[in-house]
Structure formats: C-alpha cells, structure tokens
C-alpha cells in the first residue's frame, strides 16, 4: 500500500466506531488488572480496609448501569442515523458516524463496563491484594467521574444530533473544507490538462465504482521514476465502469508503472467528501430538494441549503489559487464552475419552481456570487440565471410571481464586480 493509502487507511480507522470502541475496552482492560502489579508498590498505609464486598457492589452498579447506558446511547445514535437519511440525505450519513462526540460517549460507555466487569471477575477470584483493591476502588472512583462529565456532555449533545440544522451545518463544514482545498489546488499540484496525443496509453479501471480520491504524490513518484507524463482523467468524484481510462501515459511505461498508476486512484462503492469538491454541493441540495417535495413542503429548509451553498461558493470564488506546479510531469483537468452551479443550484431550481420565496432566493443568491466573480465565472452565474429563471417563471401560474422573479433575475444579471 502506497503512504498516502496507509494515511487514508489511519485516518478513516480513526472515525470508525468500532476501532473507540476497542481501544478504550482494551485500555478499560489494562487498567483493571494492573492493580495486582501496582498495588505491592503502593506505601502500606495505602492499605485501607474498604471491605471486598463494598469494591465489589459499587463495581456491578457500574455494570449493570453502562450496560444500559451503552445500549441506550446504541438505540439513539442508529435513529439519529436513520432520522438524517430519511429526512435530509443519506450522503449525511457517513458524517454523522464520524461524529467524535457520540463515539467518546458510547466508548467510554462500553470501556468503562467493560472496566467493571473485569474488576468484579478478578475480586471474585482474590486476584487483588489489601492494596489492589484499594488501587481499583480508588480507580473505580475515577471512572465514575468520567462518566457523569461524559454523559453530561452527550445528554447536551443529544439536543442537536441528528437534527435537520445539524446535518446541515456538518455537510456546510465538509463541503466548505473540500471546495476550498480544490480552490487552492485545483490541479493538484500537477500542470493544468492539455490534449492528450493519441499515442498516449490508456490506464483502465479494474472495478467499476467511484473514484474516492488520488495520490498525487504517488502518481508523480510513478510518473518521474518512469520518466513520462500522466493525464489524468478520472478526477475524484467520477463514477468509473471496468475499463474506463483513468489516465493516460505519455511515453514508455512499464507494467510496475502502468500498476503504480492505476493504484494511486483509490475507486470505492460510495462517493466521500475527502477529495471530491462536487459532493458537499449536491448533499446541501438534495437537502433543500428533499425538503421541496409535496410530502415535507418546507421551503425554509431549502432556503437555509441556498444559504449554505452560498457561503460555499462565496469562499469557492474568492479563494487565490496556487499557481505553483510541484509535479510537473502531471497533468490534471479542473472541475468546471458550470458542473459545481448545476450540482448546487438545478435541483433547487427545479423542485422549486412553483415556489415564489425560492426562485427569488435562488436569484439573488446568483446576483451576489456574479458581484464577486471575475469576467468568466460572471459569465456562468448570468447563465445559471437565466436557466433558472425559465424554471421558475414555467411553474408559477400568478403572473405577479412570475414577474416578481423576472425582476430578480433582471437584477442578478445586472450586478457588477463590487
């Protein structure tokens, strides 16, 4: 596995549940038998005459309440869950279960049952000295006040996990991290896409799936050692078949090279937010499309998502490139401000189109993003206008609302670079 892989493989262990989960029961573990070590070393007035049984009752309260805890804090995670898929996106599904809070809570949950059973096992067995057991009931004393701090602050998370302003502020936050990394690198370091000659040799998908990210740094490693120049093709985001080019070789690679290529593009099942700046736009608007529709009739949600996309695109426009090519034998093609306007804006525009408040919305959030971009984004954002325009103005039988709309487009269009 290539270093970038292996960072990729840590840092996606380190949001999954189970891996909290197994490391506080193994440290819970630790920490309950080394009393039978720790005690001998322990001043003898630490000797204290606590009473086995006492140790021993407190730790199956313990117990008996995390378990419960455990399984409670289980049954309201997986309904945040399905709550987010059913009512907002299942894209948002795969941030939730990163959520570093509920995975504290729930492992430190389970670490401490975990802490309690072991601890009930080794007094039943006289596995402690007079010290030990002093050393676990003193231990036992700590993780109750990990506990309580614990579930405090996850009974304060549970207020808003789940809800519909949080899944939105997480998809807000992962697509503003991911449009801005593209917006500072949008080739990824490499030179910008040129023709490819038609010598070039393909490098094909082996799956079918999408392409969840790429290491660029391997890519150009491979490229240098093999003395050619790689197109890529297949940017992150893009759905592949088998034998989809992913890239293509200018000059003579072998097969170690050809491999080296392929495995830095990471194809998976499921889109993610790491590298794919089109994805935190279409989750914000499936959000307000889905909020559109007959069953929820909520344009206030909506309308919060074009707010979100329009925070978005704001930094997405004002952000300053780095022009600097650190791997010159790459060449990478950008995602086009047409497919980041569509991803965010067509769906809205469409399940919104018999909505007054949201064709106007739509509008002027257009009007502002034309205020602040350059000549040929300008030129984009009048054209996005005017598409949806066209979809408003077709659902909307009052002629004073389709006026109303026509207005704001009239006034989008004509904004000027502030």
Known sequence: MQTSGWRTFIARLAQRIWFRLA??????????????????????????????????????????????????????MISAYSSAAAQTTPRATQLLLADNTS?????????????????????????YGEKGRTLL????????????????????????????ADVLDRVEKSAHETVCAYAAAPTLGGAPATDVPASARAIRAQQPGCVTGIAVAALAQAAEGAGVVVHVDALPGVTVGLGT?????????????????????????????EQDPRLGLVALSEIGSRALSPSTNDPGTAIEALNAIQRVMTDLLMAEPDDDVTHPTLRVPTVSLEDLIEDALRPLARDGAGIVEVGLRVQRLL?????????????????????????????????????????????????TRI
């Open 245 to 273: 080019p992913l890239a293509y070789v200018e000059g003579f690679a072998d097969d170690d090279t050809v491999a080296a290529i392929r495995d830095a593009f990471r194809v998976e099942k499921h889109r993610t937010f």
């Open 23 to 76: 490391l506080f029961a193994a440290l819970a573990l630790t920490v309950s038998l080394l009393g039978r070590f720790l005690g001998p070393a322990l001043p003898d007035a630490w000797a204290l005459d606590f009473g086995q049984d006492s140790v021993a009752t407190i730790l199956q309260i313990l117990a008996s309440s995390m378990l419960a805890v455990t399984t409670f804090s289980l049954t309201v």
């Open 103 to 127: 995975q504290n809570a729930l492992a430190s949950f389970l670490g401490s049952f975990v802490y309690a059973i072991v601890g009930i096992v080794a007094l039943s067995t006289s596995y």
């Open 137 to 164: 009931f003193l231990g036992t004393l700590v993780v109750i006040v990990i506990v309580v701090a614990t579930l405090v602050r996850w009974i304060h998370h549970l207020q808003n996990f789940g809800r519909m």
């Open 367 to 415: 009007g502002d993003l034309v205020a602040i971009a350059g000549p040929h984004d300008a030129s984009v954002l009048r054209s996005a206008s005017e598409r949806a325009e066209q979809r408003a103005t077709g659902g909307l039988p009052d002629e004073g609302d389709r006026v109303l709309i026509a207005a704001a487009a009239a006034k989008a269009r004509d904004r």
